[in-house]
């Protein structure tokens, strides 16, 4: 509990009360299996009763880690993720163009959302990404000093399965079609698609998705 963020209970209870859209992230310091499990266990203790839109991603670019070799650092991000994941939340990666780059290569990064800081007019970084963290000299009115900014180019909200930043019935049409097995949704599609939170896709989400569309119409 010392290593808690000290305004972590008054950002989640506004995000909250003003219904603002929000995700988490850790920066790590694991250099073992087990210390990622205590990583992920520190985040589940504090998400415990929230349920964020936005990913849970794990900030990799420690310098003690690096030092591991790239197949020590997947092994360390499975095991966070996993233990994310099998708790109901959808894990992301987040680092820097450097580490995108040349640490975390592997495909298996491609699965989940990655999310990369570089701070430049443009990503110059040739692998996928879905948030891009563009300056940490951003102003946002209402917080004193400088803030990070952020283009996201994927849509999170919960029901949107297409991701085109609204929920329809073809957002319902995929889940639908994915419950039973007749469609491939990726693990970012099937936690937007899981609205009762039960960590699987059935036609009651289906259900509850078209629903959702006849209301935002």
Known sequence: ESQDDVQWKNNIAA???????????LYSY?????KARSEAAHVLRLLKGYRPELPVFYDLEESRISALGNRKILEIAKVFCDVITNAGYLYGTYANKNWFSNYLTDKWYDNYPKWIAQYNSSVTYKGTY???QYTDKGTV????GSVDMN?????FLRGDVNSDGKITAADARLALRFSAELENLTQTQQYKADMNDDSKVTAADAREILQKSAEVQ
Do not use: R
């Open 15 to 25: 995000c909250e009360k003003y219904e603002i859209p929000y995700g988490v992230y």
């Open 30 to 34: 694991a250099t073992t299996a087990e």
């Open 130 to 132: 879905d948030i891009w």
């Open 141 to 144: 009115s209402g917080i004193k």
């Open 151 to 155: 283009i996201a180019y994927v849509s």
